[in-house]
């Protein structure tokens, strides 16, 4: 797409072509560690090829989970530091993420009891029957909780039989005997978690943390790492001390371009789908219903920012292949639906988006999927452009311990500098998490004393959908003066949309409706919807009617795509008058 002139976070790249450290890859590990390096007072750039946590990032099950089933992977170390970083991050991030009831319904009570030790020593299937018995759940959960008891912050678990079990779940299959029931956490907004870290490392850095999405890693010489400017087609090289790889499945791929040839990653691929089934969404009781199919995968159901989220899959793949959510993975959520909820009807009508990832595991040979470690490694090697620069590749990593993992890459950096950290991250809270007010007194005292002249209701909606960072947005909505809602959206407003395509790196049309907002993950993004949020856009970044018209094209072809979504490209007449009223 023709662009006169490059971005300014482009061109302060540009402009100092040099750094302590460039990171190369911008999903949650990656910008959670250059915000680490930036509270070090590192010299860091962080590059990502696409927007900011739309890979691997983008495609998570949304939980900040200790990952009880590890257990059973012999992976204790990664369940009590998961388990530990769930804990944190309900306090450090309290705005976004929040406890997640669990529950397990269990359908006897001694199966998998002579097949889990076979499991456990080789990493495959055993025996005939997957699906776990009571006496190996509880097991299993004593266990856990025991890896919770310093600091832990959630209930321990506990156990009903099929009486009291029915009395909770009245539409779960009559045949439980029992339900286990625990507490995970849920990330509502993963996207807008991880612009919170970016932020976050930006103020840290005071002006030597730098960054930009749309930037991609094409080559290496002499002279540093080749980029290239997706946008304007520039290109240009950065000098580093250290490279470091966090662009997760692709890190072989990364590797490659730039010259060095490796080998580390062998990722699975996880769909999920999005249903709009309010019998479902009330059958869940306000939790999540976390199972064991049949085949050995992981089966999650619920309820998510009013919906219900379906998964996963646990499929080989190839990174080098885009990811989509099948036909034939839907009809299996279909079934795993059945299989615990036996007479809520659902069909593919209810489906209001659908999205895939690959997961960034490590290469695993003939290890079965679901048994495939979900830990982390560092491998260190040297770029390929001079032969001597230290290379970090990052192996692994997951949400729930994006904050562990950043210290332990930082850890490793800061030594290659010989340099010593000098800020911890264990308490220190993230983007509009500081202050957030988790009572009810509390949230009426903070929108009494942060309104800035708009109504309760609106402060409200807005410290929900932002946390304490809410101040930022209502000051530049009072300086508008201008918030009025959107015609289509009535939930937010143009003053909103603009200080979000303003401030929040964004590129393309799809960065607003998949990241900057949850409006297509809800099933919002009606074609009302999309016209007039392109009309923002493009009026916000000063868009040509070509480029306009280049970006729908795009959008509509991502979203049918990767998502399901159905829309029309063509600009109707109507769409410019319709915003020109809204204003």
Not at 438 to 447: F, L, N
């Amino acid at each position: 797409m023709a662009n006169t002139g490059l971005r300014s976070d482009v061109q302060a790249i540009i402009d100092r072509p040099s750094a302590q450290v460039l990171v190369i890859g911008g999903g949650i590990n990656g910008v959670g560690t250059f915000r680490d390096l930036a509270l070090q007072g590192v010299d860091v750039i962080l590059i990502e090829r696409s927007d900011y946590v739309s890979g691997a990032s983008a495609a998570s099950s949304h939980m900040i989970h200790g990952g009880v089933r590890y257990l059973e992977n012999g992976e204790f170390r990664l369940v009590r530091e998961s388990v530990q970083e769930r804990n944190r991050l309900l306090r450090l991030a309290p705005h976004y993420v929040k406890p997640l009831p669990t529950t397990i319904p269990i359908f006897s009570t001694f199966s998998g009891i002579l097949s889990a030790p076979l499991r456990l020593l080789t990493h495959k299937p055993g025996g005939k029957t997957k699906e776990r018995g009571a006496l190996l759940i509880k097991l299993g959960l004593t266990g856990y909780d025991s890896f919770s008891r310093d600091g832990g912050t959630v209930p321990r678990h506990e156990f009903k039989g099929h009486k009291k079990s029915m009395q909770k779940f009245p539409k779960l299959r009559d045949t439980v005997k029992y339900t286990a029931r625990y507490y995970d956490a849920a990330v509502e907004n993963p996207e807008r978690l991880a612009l919170d870290i970016v932020a976050d490392g930006v103020v840290a850095g005071k002006g030597k943390a730098r960054h930009t999405n749309y930037v991609e890693a094409i080559g290496s010489s002499p002279e540093g790492v080749v980029l290239r400017d997706t946008v304007s087609g520039t290109e240009f090289t950065v000098k580093a001390d250290v490279v470091v790889n966090t662009s997760g499945p692709w890190t072989d791929l990364t590797n490659a371009s730039l010259g060095k040839v490796t080998s580390f990653m062998g990722g699975t691929k996880g769909s999920h789908i999005v249903l709009d089934n309010q019998e479902l969404f009330d059958a869940c009781a306000g939790g999540e219903m976390f199972f064991e199919n049949n085949d050995g995968r992981i089966v999650l159901i619920y309820p998510l920012n009013g919906r219900v989220l379906v998964g996963t899959t646990d499929i080989d793949a190839d990174p080098s292949e885009p990811a989509v959510c099948t036909e034939e993975e839907v009809d299996y959520f279909f079934e795993l639906v059945s299989h615990v909820f036996p007479t809520i009807a659902i069909d593919r009508s209810q489906i209001v988006f659908r999205y895939s990832g690959i997961r960034p595991l490590p290469k695993h040979d003939d290890t079965a999927p679901g048994f495939v470690s979900r830990d982390y490694r560092i491998e260190q090697t040297v770029f390929a452009g001079d032969k001597k620069t230290p290379m970090l590749s990052l192996v692994g990593g997951k949400w729930t311990t994006w904050r562990a993992l950043a210290e332990h890459l930082t850890n490793e950096t800061l030594a290659l500098l010989k340099l010593t950290r000098s800020v911890s991250t264990e308490n220190l809270q993230i983007g509009g998490g500081v202050d957030f007010p988790t009572t009810d007194s509390g949230v009426k005292a903070w929108v009494a004393k942060n309104s800035g002249g708009l109504t309760p209701a609106r402060t409200t909606q807005l410290l929900k959908r932002y946390g304490t960072k809410a101040t930022e947005l209502i000051a530049a909505i009072g300086a508008s003066s201008d918030d009025k809602p959107l015609v289509s959206l009535p939930e937010y407003s143009t003053a909103e949309l603009d200080y979000l395509i303003g401030s929040e790196y964004v590129v393309h049309l799809t960065d607003v409706v998949l990241r900057r907002t949850i409006v297509a993950f809800v099933g919002g993004l009606t074609q009302p919807v999309f016209d007039e949020l392109s009309e923002i856009v493009a009026s916000k970044l000063g868009w040509s009617a070509e480029q306009s018209a280049a970006e729908r094209t795009l959008a509509v072809e991502n979203l049918s795509f990767f998502h399901g979504l159905i829309l029309e490209a063509a600009v109707p007449s109507a769409a410019a008058e319709t915003v020109a009223a809204a204003k």
